[in-house]
């Protein structure tokens, strides 16, 4: 990075820092059934709008965790787990990053903020259900706007993205009285410590940025990611054939009843909500039998087991994220604000639908500091499924090419996101040593 540039850069964390209110803390429970030992909870309270001296605050919640007695690695900085979704919860899916982080969860202590907007800090949610069994949409756009009425009154729609989770992350690293922080950021929360490292590059040790969401303007619902990974997962099969059958269900949806939590449901399959399945089973290769076998039942106009069971999964998948903290991010960081127009295929209905989506709602001004490259200097590694179809590793290899220094790890069978075995002896001998040095390009 040439020297002007990095000026401007730490300028930018100088001031962001002046104009940040000291943070609060204050201890509360642990959620149940949790470490007693090991786990410490507690609020951190910032201002909804740090624009607005003295306007409405809301609460972080914050989990620590502390290794074993006599586990600590002597000198070892915190990690901080960066959840994706957007809007999933860090505290909730604390088990996952202990998986994924193999050895270090028990050598590092671990820090869980929930975002802004996500698990239990001021979360923004809603539920689309009621909507979804007459309409063949996963956004309602009915629903769409009274999620966004109701939580507009009680929060600021355009205070919610990535720039306000930046700056609530420096908020808990001082709070907690950190000098210095390894990030693991997955998918979208790798977007997050992004933009942490170009703000505070001092107080990053490494950073981890697994399956990352990057600075783009582009849909994250289509693309030639998602094209490669459909025609690889159909085996040779002619991928119009998902066309076809959602050209089918255009003309006649299927109302298809399914598990949802402890009761019986249903929900419209048309070609919008056909289209949503199918993608969610594309992220991971170990799903692509019943990404066929849901294809069949689709092209078959059947309404089986296989269809009531991808249901099933989207709801369980969608109760651990705040829709509105979803919607918000990917249509201000997302979505162009005038559309590209793109040829008619499946990834076109899922892009259109949130283009549709993304005229009602607030949203946020990026800021000044958006698609800026971290210093060269932050020890950075990279970890993508080559079959990735939203976050492509040649994305992540490009971008990693950009810092200087940082390395790109491709999991040669992987999709997006994974506690693949080989990448965490990668992570684990990374943030021991904070050097990319020696780490492999490759690993099954």
Same mark, same amino acid.
Request: glycine share 8%; with cysteine; charged share 25%.
């Given at each position: ?253 299927? /109302? ?43 092209? /078959? ?144």
């Amino acid at each position: 990075m040439p020297a002007d540039a990095k000026d401007v850069t730490q300028l930018l964390g100088l001031l962001a820092q002046l104009v940040s209110t000291d943070p609060s803390l204050v201890k509360t429970a642990c959620p149940a059934g949790q470490d007693a030992v090991r786990l410490q909870c507690r609020w951190v309270e910032v201002a909804e709008d740090r624009s607005r001296p003295g306007g409405r605050t809301i609460r972080l919640f914050v989990m620590r965790k502390e290794p074993p007695s006599g586990e600590r690695r002597p000198g070892s900085a915190p990690i901080a787990f960066l959840n994706g979704g957007p809007g999933r919860s860090a505290t909730a899916d604390a088990w996952w990053a202990e998986l994924a982080l193999g050895s270090l969860a028990i050598t590092h202590s671990l820090v869980f903020a929930d975002q802004r907007g996500t698990g239990s800090s001021a979360p923004l949610d809603c539920d689309f259900w009621p909507e979804r069994k007459t309409s063949d949409r996963r956004f309602p756009l009915a629903a769409v706007r009274r999620c966004r009425d109701a939580l507009a009154s009680t929060a600021a729609l355009d205070r919610y993205g990535t720039a306000d989770a930046v700056m609530d992350l420096e908020a808990v690293r001082r709070a907690l009285g950190i000098e210095q922080l390894n990030l693991y950021g997955i998918s979208y929360g790798a977007r997050v410590a992004l933009g942490y490292a170009v703000l505070f590059p001092g107080r990053v040790r490494s950073m981890v940025l697994h399956s990352p969401a990057l600075f783009t303007k582009t849909s994250e619902v289509g693309g030639d990611a998602s094209r490669r990974a459909l025609a690889r997962a159909l085996e040779g099969q002619d991928p119009r054939e998902l066309d076809a059958a959602l050209g089918e269900l255009a003309a006649a949806p299927l /109302d298809v009843p399914f598990q949802r939590w402890s009761r019986i449901d249903t929900a419209r399959v048309g070609p919008k909500v056909g289209a949503w399945l199918l993608r969610d089973l594309l992220y991971d290769p170990d799903s692509w039998d019943d990404l066929r076998a849901s294809l069949r039942s689709l092209r /078959d106009r059947r309404a089986g087991p296989v269809l009531a069971a991808a249901l099933g999964d989207f709801a369980r998948a969608e109760s651990g994220r705040s829709v509105g903290a979803f919607i918000g991010v990917t249509c201000t960081e997302d979505i162009p604000a005038i559309p590209t127009p793109i040829a008619v295929s499946w990834t076109s209905v899922l892009q259109e639908e949130f283009a549709e989506v993304c005229r009602e709602w607030p949203r946020a001004l990026l800021p000044t500091w958006w698609g800026r490259t971290p210093p060269s200097d932050v020890p950075t590694l990279f970890i993508s499924g080559r079959w990735d179809p939203v976050t492509p590793a040649d994305s992540a290899a490009s971008f990693a090419r950009r810092m200087g220094s940082a390395q790109a790890l491709v999991i040669e069978r992987g999709g997006h996101g994974g506690t693949w075995e080989c990448a965490i002896r990668v992570v684990e001998r990374f943030v021991e040593t904070g050097s990319s040095v020696g780490l492999p390009a490759t690993c099954d």
